[in-house]
């Protein structure tokens, strides 16, 4: 079985920056999408950001121009760096993991609270 580890979450005033990561607990499996979704209270859970093996990535509008994501392939390991957050940006994180299947892993989530 394979785990999704998140680290870097935390409270962070607006206009601030955070840098999220998370590795698999293993490497024997390569993942294809790895990425980023997060839920606010009272709402669904939304896509942030994915980017699969070639570094093609793909955001969410919502955070276009001010969140990162990035992989290191060998380590099945994905960061997200994220600046310019605002109050709206606050809720659990959590890591994402795709097989070429289709089989997706979840970790299990990081709180990311922005606020003064």
């Known amino acids: 079985q394979v785990r999704l580890v998140e680290s870097g979450g935390g409270l962070v005033q607006p206009g601030g920056s955070l840098r999220l990561s998370c590795e698999a607990s293993?490497?024997?499996?390569?993942?294809?999408?790895m990425g980023w979704y997060r839920q606010a209270p009272g709402n669904q859970r939304e896509l942030v950001a994915t980017?699969?093996?070639?570094?093609?990535?793909n955001y969410s509008n919502s955070v276009k121009g001010r969140f990162t994501i990035s992989r290191e392939n060998a380590k099945n390991a994905v960061t997200l760096q994220m600046n310019s957050l605002k109050p709206q940006d606050t809720a659990v994180y959590y890591c994402?993991?795709?097989?070429?299947?289709?089989?997706?892993?979840w970790g299990q989530g990081t709180q990311v609270t922005i606020s003064s």
């Open positions: 980017i699969i093996t070639t570094g093609s990535a």
């Open positions: 994402i993991g795709d097989r070429r299947d289709g089989y997706r892993y």
């Open positions: 293993a490497t024997f499996l390569q993942l294809y999408r």
